[in-house]
């Protein structure tokens, strides 16, 4: 069965340092994996995509991941942490159910606290 | 920048009532989702439509959810009855293809009381 872990369920960090978090997934194939922010009573945004290519993947607001396939990862970074990047963030791994070849499914969420 | 809408945002809603909601989503994108996210955990997934069809709405109670988008557009998901179990943020998302990312509404937040 697809399945996607998020370890931590909070991560706080100072305004300025590097920010880590953490997700592990475990599916039969090749992963498409994806991470989404929540802000309070919002719906999900899109930060980025691992389809296939290179292992570190850029996307939104300075946001990057690292996909790595012997430790089945795919944590999210960021060099230097903003107050406004406190919010709840989702992994996601595209799995196979069924008739459905899109269904994501998340993990379990970490919040994010940056302290100015 | 195109976007996902929703309404109500908001909803509360006694016991037994019946209640609906709305999804407009992205013009153009094919592929509509219906996801479920309960306080503290994350989105999981109701049903899925590749125009108007349904693709996958193994995870949808169909003695009391049902969901349409009769014109391949936009999309009602409905309850009946409402029950304290249902409360909860309701998400819709949408994708150009089934194989591209979604993006997803602001929600509709579900209290049932």
């Known amino acids: 069965a697809q399945s996607v872990a998020q370890p931590e369920d909070q991560v706080n960090v100072a305004e300025g340092n590097p920010l880590t978090v953490k997700c592990t997934y475990s599916?039969?194939?090749?992963?498409?994996l994806f991470w989404y922010v929540q802000y309070p009573n919002r719906g999900l945004q899109f930060l980025l995509k691992?389809?296939?290519?290179?292992?570190l993947v850029k996307g939104s607001y300075g946001f990057e991941a690292e996909f790595n396939k012997s430790q089945t990862s795919f944590h999210l970074k960021k060099p230097s942490a903003l107050v406004s990047d406190s919010a709840l963030y989702f992994c996601?791994?595209?799995?196979?159910?069924?008739?459905?070849?899109?269904?994501?499914?998340f993990g379990t969420g970490t919040l994010l606290a940056v302290q100015p | 920048e195109a976007e996902v809408a929703q309404s109500p945002r908001y909803k509360i809603t006694e016991k037994s009532q019946a209640v609906a909601f709305w999804c407009d989503p992205i013009?153009?994108?094919?592929?509509l989702y219906w996801y479920r996210q309960i306080l503290g955990q994350g989105p999981e997934l109701l049903v899925q439509?590749?125009?108007?069809?349904?693709?996958?709405d193994s995870q949808l109670p169909k003695d009391r959810f049902s969901a349409e988008r009769l014109k391949g557009v936009d999309s009602t998901l409905k309850i009946q009855p409402a029950e304290l179990g249902d409360s909860a943020m309701y998400l819709c998302?949408?994708?150009?293809?089934?194989?591209?990312?979604?993006?997803f509404g602001p929600g509709t937040r579900l209290t049932v009381t």
């Open positions: 998302a949408s994708s150009l293809h089934e194989s591209y990312e979604q993006y």
């Open positions: 599916v039969s194939g090749n992963p498409y």
């Open positions: 691992y389809i296939t290519g290179d292992n």
């Open positions: 996601a791994v595209r799995g196979y159910y069924g008739g459905a070849t899109n269904k994501l499914i």
């Open positions: 013009s153009g994108h094919a592929t």
């Open positions: 439509f590749q125009d108007e069809s349904v693709v996958d």
